[in-house]
């Protein structure tokens, strides 16, 4: 059974930094999309990015382009995303999700059949 396991949330000042890993198990993680979504409270998950099996290919939404990079070490099982400057507003838990289709990189929630628990990121002003 796969299954995710994120780490690197926590608390920041407005314009800081973090890196959010993404740990894989329970399946050849090389035949995998990969994503990062996210959730304010009151709020419905959010896309942020998603990357292709190999790591060819990204996309972002248009909140976090240019700020957010998302990448993955298929021998270290493992996604990131790295936030740069980041603002109040992208406070929020952030969520791993994971399928084994391939094709155009998708956006919408419903698309990933595998997610972690999630982890915090607070930003503060």
């Known amino acids: 059974q796969v299954a995710l396991v994120e780490s690197g949330g926590g608390l920041v000042q407005a314009g800081g930094s973090l890196r959010l890993s993404c740990a894989f198990s329970?399946?050849?993680?090389?035949?995998?999309?990969a994503a990062w979504f996210r959730q304010a409270p009151g709020k419905e998950h959010e896309f942020v990015a998603a990357?292709?099996?190999?790591?060819?290919?990204?996309n972002y939404a248009d909140s976090v382009k240019g700020r957010f990079t998302i990448s993955r070490d298929n021998a270290e099982n493992t996604v990131y995303l790295q936030m740069n400057s980041l603002k109040p507003e992208d406070t929020a838990d952030y969520y791993c999700?994971?399928?084994?289709?391939?094709?155009?990189?998708?956006?919408?929630?419903?698309?990933?059949?595998?997610w972690g628990q999630g982890t915090q990121v607070t930003v503060s002003s």
């Open positions: 999700a994971s399928d084994p289709l391939g094709g155009p990189l998708r956006s919408r929630p419903g698309s990933y059949s595998y």
């Open positions: 329970g399946g050849t993680f090389n035949r995998y999309v």
């Open positions: 990357i292709s099996r190999s790591g060819g290919s990204t």
